[in-house]
């Protein structure tokens, strides 16, 4: 079983649609959640970045740590066909053997369309 | 502010070759992580390198090794080339002493292996 499960999707929606990407993960060292962008053959683009439980938003971004359910979420308000990417969560713990190195999902690929 | 960096954008090379990879972090960062994606995966950990030293090493075989070069620059090399080393090389640097740890991607190398 891989410690980060995301669904790769493919997600295709409308332009204006509310997005819900999640992660769910098994390793209860991680702390630190973060969620990255990649266009098509670029390298991945930080979006959000959280610390432990909780909310956190940024223009039409929200970010949503559950640590109890070992599960995360990026929620993506009023869509744009420029938000079409594939969307990584990332996850790390807070020292020891897991510091510095990031843990991956998949990565969803989502189209947002006109 | 330059981003990180990364040369060359894309190289084909074949079974039993060997490969190096460069790397330039973002001004003011001085750690150094390498990645590796396959196609439709999320990246991988290959290995960080913080005051030129390997600190910490993902689950990757010893062909893979790297430097890193006092002005915090560094390489990845991959020595007896497999077909499976097919993949996008992505290098993320870091501030060690920042306060969110947060992990800055380049665009990567894309590496073939015929």
């Known amino acids: 079983q891989k410690e980060v499960e995301q669904d790769p999707g493919p997600l295709s929606v409308p332009e204006g649609a509310i997005v819900s990407l999640n992660c769910t993960y098994s390793?209860?060292?991680?702390?630190?959640f973060m969620w990255y962008r990649q266009y098509s053959r670029k390298g991945p683009e930080l979006l959000m970045y959280?610390?432990?439980?909780g909310n956190k938003e940024d223009g039409r971004f929200t970010a949503q740590v559950d640590k109890s359910s070992k599960y995360i979420s990026l929620f993506i308000r009023d869509s744009q066909p420029s938000d079409s990417a594939t969307y990584l969560c990332?996850?790390?713990?807070?020292?020891?053997?897991?510091?510095?190195?990031?843990?991956f999902g998949q990565g969803t690929i989502l189209t947002v369309h006109p | 502010d330059a981003g990180v960096t990364q040369s060359p954008t894309h190289l084909i090379k074949t079974r039993g070759q060997q490969v190096t990879l460069r790397c330039s972090p973002k001004?003011?960062?001085?750690?150094v992580s390498w990645y590796q994606q396959a196609l439709g995966q999320g990246p991988q950990f290959i290995f960080q390198?913080?005051?030129?030293?390997?600190?910490q090493r993902g689950n990757f075989p010893d062909r893979f090794s790297g430097h890193q070069f006092p002005n915090y620059s560094s390489e990845l090399n991959v020595n007896a080339l497999l077909l499976g080393d097919s993949a996008l090389y992505l290098c993320?640097?870091?501030?060690?002493?920042?306060?969110?740890?947060?992990?800055?991607f380049g665009p990567g190398t894309r590496l073939t292996v015929l």
């Open positions: 993320a640097s870091s501030p060690e002493r920042g306060a969110t740890d947060t992990q800055y």
């Open positions: 390793n209860s060292a991680f702390q630190y």
């Open positions: 959280t610390y432990s439980s």
């Open positions: 990332a996850m790390r713990g807070a020292g020891g053997t897991s510091y510095g190195k990031l843990t």
């Open positions: 001004s003011g960062h001085d750690t």
């Open positions: 390198y913080y005051e030129e030293e390997e600190r």
